[in-house]
């Protein structure tokens, strides 16, 4: 099966001393107090007076002073951008030139810093997740995911009925509807998971720890996942707590509901279901529509809802 992910979801063919702009999520220790509380109204565009935000605890300012000042660790290191949530830390983080040694280290450097600046033991959570950014992830597409992060967690606490049916969603020229979460859509780092039968078993593996990498660290698969190979990546990536988007060729009939495993992944908030508002004929080509629904959902701004 190739490398064992559990435990372990740092990307395997990536140099951790080069060039790269990183997505780096850090997690808030269980026994710390939080970063900060919302505040604002989540029903006001964001970005304008008003509208959702973090207003940051005694430990979450610590947190920023410490992000400012990230440079000291290493004068290759450049935060673009960052958002404070109340139990995480989202970083966009630049790595302008090569490191003396790898960025877990320097990571770790930095929640030294803010242990000794807050006088806490730990603040984080042991690791990172990291999403690495190569040329298919929209940087402006990344800012914005990040800005809008307080306003889809008021958006979770003000509609506790969020995870519902949704039947006016546009992807490209189709009409579709939905089921689940629906915030998956909104999330920057989306893979199209397609194993074409004329992939070797290097070219598998390859991707699978693609995909495994993707799932560990926060983002979305998306997929019809009909093939015995493509269910074994699902398999994978929700024993990692990875979430998903399921594309299926019929639609849910009215007060229907997924089926008993894929509900439960709903009610967790991990899974989205998007089928064509007209049913799909089963077969062949069924599954290319299917795999080319995959690819505009992944592309930055797929549709409206």
């Known amino acids: 099966m190739g490398r064992d992910w559990t435990g372990n979801s740092r990307a395997p063919w990536q140099d951790y001393c080069s060039r790269q702009i990183y997505h780096i999520t850090l997690l808030k220790r269980a026994d710390v107090p939080s970063f900060g509380s919302l505040a604002g109204d989540w029903r006001i565009a964001p970005g304008s007076p008003g509208s959702s935000y973090i207003k940051a605890s005694p430990l979450g300012k610590a947190i920023k002073n410490c992000l400012r000042e990230i440079a000291a660790i290493h004068p290759a290191l450049r935060v673009l951008q960052y958002a404070l949530m109340p139990d995480h830390l989202h970083i966009l983080l630049s790595v302008e030139s090569r490191l003396d040694e790898i960025l877990g280290r320097k990571l770790a450097f930095f929640k030294v810093t ?66 689940g979460n629906l915030q998956l859509l909104d999330n920057p780092f989306k893979d199209a998971v397609v194993v074409h039968r004329a992939d070797s078993a290097e070219k598998r593996e390859e991707n699978r720890q693609i995909w495994l990498h ?28 990875g979430r998903i988007i399921l594309l299926t060729n019929e639609p849910l009939k009215e007060r229907e509901k997924p089926a008993a495993h894929d509900f439960a992944l709903c009610s967790e908030g991990r899974c989205l279901i998007i089928a064509p508002t007209e049913p799909l004929p089963f077969g062949r080509q069924s599954c290319l529509k299917l795999n080319s629904l995959a690819a505009k959902i992944c592309r930055p701004n797929p549709g409206k809802l």
């Open 214 to 241: 993707t799932a560990a660290n926060g983002g979305v698969l998306v997929s019809p996942f009909v093939s015995a190979h493509e269910k074994a990546i699902r398999r994978e990536a929700e024993s990692l707590g």
């Open 114 to 179: 803010v242990n000794n600046r807050t006088g806490l033991p730990r603040v984080f959570d042991k690791g990172f997740n990291d999403q690495i950014l190569t040329s298919t992830r929209n940087l402006n597409t990344i800012y914005r995911y990040l800005r809008e992060n307080p306003r889809r967690l008021a958006v979770r606490f003000a509609n506790p009925g969020f995870f519902e049916r949704r039947t006016n969603i546009s992807i490209g020229d189709l009409d579709c509807q939905a089921y």
